[in-house]
């Protein structure tokens, strides 16, 4: 079964209700357990950056520096540490209210898996772009930005009837879907090429980076399950639906001649039918 064949990739899906909770910041949707969670750990560790001393070790040994590539906790532990007061904000606003759709259709476990993978591929974006261009090897990478584009990604090909507030205007999820990776992959190009700043500061390529991550999981991951599905049928499978096929080819050109016998008489067969006629007969009888 691909994604496209599973309830929540249907238009027509409603993915089961947030539980509520009138003590829930005003009785907003509470999140599931995955989002859940993440939301408490980014706020907490926002919190935490608060004090100089914690703050700058958070800094140093936990986001996504180039030059210490080779550290694999940094690709997890840069998600849950942001830059600013609406640096969390706007991420933890789209795991908030993207997350949970995703978290209802997919289930914690997977949602989880999906959001750190779509934020390790931003970080491994960021590095890769920067041995490209030869410099910045000591500028970090934090945010959860990465991973929310992967959800963004995957929410606007899962449920494209959601509209979002962009800009202070409403629009289909895959209008600003497409509106934030144009802006990502234009920036990410003057940065490459025309060695620009990359938009304020803000790591565009790690953006796309989130986004290909879902792509892969989208679309990619169902045709890889196929293929190794299809690889792994027991030996010999194969040559006997060939067998198969060519039986059922030669039983319809037998049945021709035959139905050919009972309206026209034996003698208006050609000569390649009596041919096929007779290896028929003898393969019969060699059978027995």
């Known amino acids: 079964m691909s994604w496209r064949d599973r309830p929540y990739a249907q238009q027509d899906y409603n993915p089961p209700p947030p539980q509520r909770s009138g003590g829930f910041a005003g009785g907003m949707p509470k999140p599931r357990w995955a989002v859940k969670y993440l939301l408490i750990i980014n706020i907490a560790v926002f919190f935490l950056q608060v004090f100089p001393d914690i703050g700058g070790r958070l800094f140093t040994w936990g986001t996504v520096i180039p030059a210490y590539w080779w550290q694999p906790w940094r690709y997890i532990t840069f998600q849950f540490l942001h830059g600013g007061l609406f640096h969390l904000l706007f991420n933890m606003m789209g795991l908030y209210f993207l997350g949970m759709l995703l978290e209802s259709g997919w289930g914690a476990r997977r949602f989880l898996v999906f959001y750190l993978s779509c934020g390790v591929a931003a970080g491994i974006a960021h590095v890769l772009m920067t ?158």
């Open 131 to 288: 041995f490209a261009m030869e410099r910045g090897i000591e500028v970090p990478l934090l945010g959860a930005s990465g991973g929310v584009y992967g959800v963004v990604l995957a929410c606007a090909v899962l449920f494209p009837h959601i509209r979002l507030i962009v800009f202070l205007f409403p629009m289909p999820i895959r209008t600003a879907a497409a509106l934030f990776l144009g802006i990502a992959v234009f920036f990410t190009l003057q940065e490459f090429f025309a060695g620009g700043a990359g938009g304020g500061g803000i790591a565009h390529v790690a953006h796309l980076g989130g986004a290909v991550a879902a792509a892969v999981w989208i679309w990619g991951l169902p045709k890889l399950r196929m293929r190794l599905r299809f690889s792994n049928r027991p030996a010999g499978q194969g040559q006997w639906e060939r067998k198969l096929k060519q039986r059922r080819e030669q039983q319809e050109k037998i049945d021709r001649i035959l139905d050919k016998i009972r309206s026209e008489g034996i003698g208006s067969l050609s000569r390649g039918e009596k041919r096929t006629l007779q290896q028929e007969s003898e393969g019969m009888k060699n059978d027995k």
